[in-house]
């Protein structure tokens, strides 16, 4: 990779411990840590239990690499963008830790060990997944939808979905019903989520020129959308109870009732014209989704018999 000899000489790491944070910095470990937390119940679904231990870890290794590949390459995509956010500044290209030349390579080296790595350890529809989902988000979201449409969470963030259905397929080699349902979960959470952010950074988003919904639209609406997304969210998310136990159902109502009465929360205030407090619901909705993944889970691992479809 280099040690960025082509960047200024107040841009180029000076250890070897500054170069290594700047790569994991540019491969982003928040956005992975939230694709394992939805990864791994996948594949405890998948397996009604505990896959092979094999298995199991191998895909997260995977994952966290075709997702580490993903980010890096839109590192280098957006570093304009970055380089005038003030939530952005600090990544490694806008600082000049590493080159955009050498993050692209390692953006292309880390996509094409993680297929080969999956497709070794669990199977090549796991791998091909992978592959599809870092060429989704670098040229349909990063490319094409961020910068030319509010709606580019809506369609891009459907990268962010794919590896529940990874997950599933590295466990079983085919994609069945409950992952397709747990891919559309994370669709209609991601873009509250995101909203939320951008409500936040609103000023942001509008100087380096990405349409986000609340640069474009008034926040009444905004809100508005947030509050349709959530229900949609919650019961899409009622769809997994046929294919899980009670347990469950409980966590994803419960929850999901919350995440409810938080998004109406933020769109009261906006209608009233009060000061509103986005990032509340922007964490909260972190909260919510790792609660249902967790209720998931637990309830995977436990096996008691799953409700089938009498019961919707």
Same mark, same amino acid.
């Given at each position: 990779?280099?040690?960025?000899?082509?960047?200024?000489?107040?841009?180029?790491?000076?250890?070897?411990?500054?170069?290594?944070?700047?790569?994991?910095?540019?491969?982003?470990?928040?956005?992975?840590?939230?694709?394992?937390? $939805? +990864?791994?119940?996948?594949?405890? #679904?998948?397996?009604?239990?505990?896959?092979?231990?094999?298995? @199991?870890?191998? *895909? =997260? !290794?995977?994952?966290?690499?075709?997702?580490?590949?993903?980010?890096?390459?839109?590192?280098?995509?957006?570093?304009?963008?970055?380089?005038?956010?003030?939530?952005?500044?600090?990544?490694?290209?806008?600082?000049?830790?590493?080159?955009?030349?050498?993050?692209?390579?390692?953006?292309?080296?880390?996509?094409?060990?993680?297929?080969?790595?999956?497709?070794? $350890? +669990?199977?090549?529809?796991?791998? #091909?997944?992978?592959?599809?989902?870092?060429?989704?988000?670098? @040229?349909?979201? *990063? =490319? !094409?939808?961020?910068?030319?449409?509010?709606?580019?969470?809506?369609?891009?963030?459907?990268?962010?979905?794919?590896?529940?259905?990874?997950?599933?397929?590295?466990?079983?080699?085919?994609?069945?019903?409950?992952?397709?349902?747990?891919?559309?979960?994370?669709?209609?959470?991601?873009?509250?989520?995101?909203?939320?952010?951008?409500?936040?950074?609103?000023?942001?988003?509008?100087?380096?020129?990405?349409?986000?919904?609340?640069?474009?639209?008034?926040?009444?609406?905004?809100?508005?959308?947030? !509050?349709?997304?959530?229900?949609?969210?919650?019961?899409?998310?009622?769809?997994?109870?046929?294919?899980?136990?009670?347990?469950?159902?409980?966590?994803?109502?419960?929850?999901?009732?919350?995440?409810?009465?938080?998004?109406?929360?933020?769109?009261?205030?906006?209608?009233?014209?009060?000061?509103?407090?986005?990032?509340?619901?922007?964490?909260?909705?972190?909260?919510?989704?790792?609660?249902?993944?967790?209720?998931?889970?637990?309830?995977?691992?436990?096996?008691?018999?799953?409700?089938?479809?009498?019961?919707?």
């Amino acid at each position: 990779m280099g040690t960025g000899a082509d960047l200024p000489a107040e841009g180029r790491a000076r250890t070897a411990g500054d170069l290594l944070k700047a790569y994991v910095g540019l491969i982003k470990p928040r956005v992975i840590e939230l694709l394992l937390v $939805t +990864t791994i119940p996948a594949m405890l #679904l998948a397996q009604r239990g505990l896959p092979p231990l094999g298995t @199991f870890f191998a *895909t =997260l !290794v995977g994952g966290i690499m075709a997702a580490g590949s993903a980010n890096a390459l839109n590192c280098v995509a957006d570093a304009d963008i970055d380089s005038v956010m003030k939530r952005t500044k600090v990544r490694p290209l806008p600082k000049h830790s590493v080159s955009n030349r050498h993050a692209l390579v390692f953006g292309i080296v880390l996509g094409l060990a993680s297929f080969a790595f999956l497709w070794a $350890t +669990t199977n090549l529809l796991a791998g #091909l997944l992978a592959v599809a989902t870092i060429l989704f988000y670098v @040229f349909v979201y *990063t =490319l !094409v939808l961020k910068r030319r449409t509010a709606q580019n969470v809506v369609w891009g963030g459907a990268a962010g979905c794919m590896p529940v259905v990874i997950g599933w397929s590295a466990v079983t080699g085919t994609v069945e019903w409950p992952a397709l349902v747990m891919f559309g979960i994370v669709f209609f959470w991601t873009p509250p989520h995101t909203w939320a952010l951008a409500m936040k950074f609103r000023d942001d988003y509008e100087r380096a020129g990405v349409p986000m919904l609340p640069v474009v639209a008034p926040p009444r609406q905004v809100s508005r959308q947030i !509050v349709r997304y959530t229900w949609a969210t919650v019961l899409w998310s009622l769809l997994l109870v046929p294919a899980t136990s009670w347990l469950y159902a409980a966590f994803a109502a419960l929850s999901g009732l919350w995440f409810i009465l938080m998004a109406h929360q933020l769109h009261g205030a906006t209608k009233r014209g009060e000061k509103t407090k986005p990032m509340k619901l922007f964490h909260l909705s972190n909260t919510y989704l790792t609660l249902v993944c967790v209720g998931l889970s637990v309830d995977s691992l436990l096996g008691w018999p799953a409700l089938g479809w009498p019961f919707l």
